[in-house]
């Protein structure tokens, strides 16, 4: 079967914002950045704008406001920091550990200021991650790789990315206490099947930014909360008659 030798594409005016949810504060090894990094050099390689963030060094304080300092909080980087690379991505891929089965607290945090800012508008009147392609990339040693992709991705979609097909990769090694993915000897860098996997999810988040980018993003017709509020209901009946 024939297949494509070369990019269908170009890609470099796009941006890519990856936020490592470690718990480990640098210069700490985050087996979790050794695994984003593979997705990383990937896309500079073909031109990407790349910015690449651990949140926990950012005193980002807890909540789902967009910025905290007006709901008693003395300090939050959010808003200052975090948000406005955020804002100005067409991808945003989000890494983190594996404890106890699920996503990190670091990374529920992340995804609950991403929440905050959804009530946020972007220059069509839709909801401000519309446009934008999401992704995932899980490490750790014990089982959960899915389960929480699941949850990232749900969450992501959720609040308005667009989510490509195979859009989250992960390593765990064995089931169990053991080493991590950087470890001497885990096998984790040399994994075909994560490494095939890492790829696939980054080949997949360009195409769709690309497609979004050269579409103007998300046709602004049908979900637009301003017109809905008007009146505006684009065909949907709400007394349909039955027979």
Request: with cysteine; hydrophobic share 35%.
């Amino acid at each position: 079967m024939a297949h494509e030798t070369r990019p269908p594409a170009t890609y470099d005016d796009l941006r890519a914002v990856f936020i490592n949810c470690t718990l480990k504060r640098s210069p700490e090894i985050s087996n979790t950045q050794g695994l984003m990094d593979r997705s990383i050099a990937l896309m500079r390689a073909q031109g990407v704008t790349v910015q690449n963030f651990r949140f926990v060094d950012h005193d980002v304080a807890t909540g789902v406001y967009p910025d905290m300092r007006e709901h008693g909080w003395a300090t939050d980087a959010w808003p200052d920091e975090i948000w406005p690379s955020i804002d100005a991505a067409d991808i945003l891929v989000v890494g983190g550990p594996i404890w106890l089965g699920d996503n990190a607290s670091i990374t529920r945090k992340l995804i609950e200021r991403l929440y905050s800012m959804s009530g946020l508008f972007n220059e069509k009147g839709q909801y401000i991650y519309y446009g934008k392609v999401g992704g995932a990339l899980i490490t750790g040693n014990e089982d959960g790789v899915k389960h929480c992709a699941m949850s990232i991705l749900y969450s992501l979609q959720h609040i308005g990315f667009t989510i490509p097909p195979a859009a989250d990769a992960g390593w765990i090694g064995a089931i169990g206490p053991g080493p991590s993915y950087l470890d001497p000897g885990s096998g984790g860098p040399e994994s075909d099947f994560t490494n095939r996997n890492t790829t696939f999810m980054t080949w997949n988040l360009l195409h769709t930014a690309r497609r979004l980018k050269d579409a103007g993003g998300i046709p602004a017709y049908g979900n637009l909360r301003q017109a809905w509020k008007d009146g505006e209901r684009w065909g949907y009946d709400a007394n349909p008659e039955y027979r």
